[in-house]
């Protein structure tokens, strides 16, 4: 059986789910959550300025193309960005969807070929020194969605 996506539609290049991104307001409380209840560990925590986030990453599995599958648990650092925003009018939940490529570039040149519109018009910084691009969540039927280039492993 070879792996979707299919060959013969569009291309996007995206290869594996990343991460699914949870907004919570006591990001320490959220990470004991995943600990006791599922046995997930903190990989890596970081502040983001960019993103007004405090975050930490729960690694799930590993795969082939250098990335991994994650939990990333956001807590705002500022009442104006975008975790804390989502918080005010849904409360705690999922928050975005993120999806894996080896070239977050021509990902993103590709699904915006389809009419989705990119927010990111370069590449920005993300966790674990990935590079990341958004997605509106009006063009992906209500989902905010991330495209996610894993850094180099040295
Ligand atoms: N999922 C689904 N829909 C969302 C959403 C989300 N996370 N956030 C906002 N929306 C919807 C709102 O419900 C609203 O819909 P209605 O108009 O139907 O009410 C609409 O989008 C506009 O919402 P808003 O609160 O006015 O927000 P903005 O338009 O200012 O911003 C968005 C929305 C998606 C453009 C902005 O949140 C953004 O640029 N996000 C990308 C960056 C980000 O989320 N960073 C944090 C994560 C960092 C990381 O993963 O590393
Ligand atoms: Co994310």
């Known amino acids: 059986m070879s792996s979707a996506p299919d060959p013969s539609g ?8 990343d991460h699914v991104g949870i907004a919570c307001r006591d990001l320490d409380a959220s990470i004991a959550f995943y600990r006791t209840t599922y046995g997930f560990v903190v990989e890596h925590e970081e502040v983001n300025e960019e ?8 690694r799930i599995n590993g795969t082939d193309d250098g990335g991994a599958t994650y939990l990333q648990l956001l807590e705002p650092t500022r009442p104006d960005s975008p975790v804390a925003k989502f918080l005010d009018r849904n409360g705690e939940g999922v928050h975005h969807i993120a999806f894996g490529t080896g070239d977050v570039a021509a990902s993103a040149a590709g699904v915006g070929e389809r009419g989705v519109r990119v927010l990111d018009k370069e590449p920005r910084h993300g966790t674990l020194g990935s590079s990341i691009v958004f997605l509106h969540p009006k063009d992906c039927g209500g ?3 991330e495209l996610v280039q894993a850094a180099e492993r040295p």
């Open 10 to 17: 569009p291309f996007s290049g995206l290869t594996r789910l």
């Open 143 to 145: 989902v905010l969605t």
């Open 51 to 58: 993103q007004g986030v405090r975050e930490a990453m729960l």
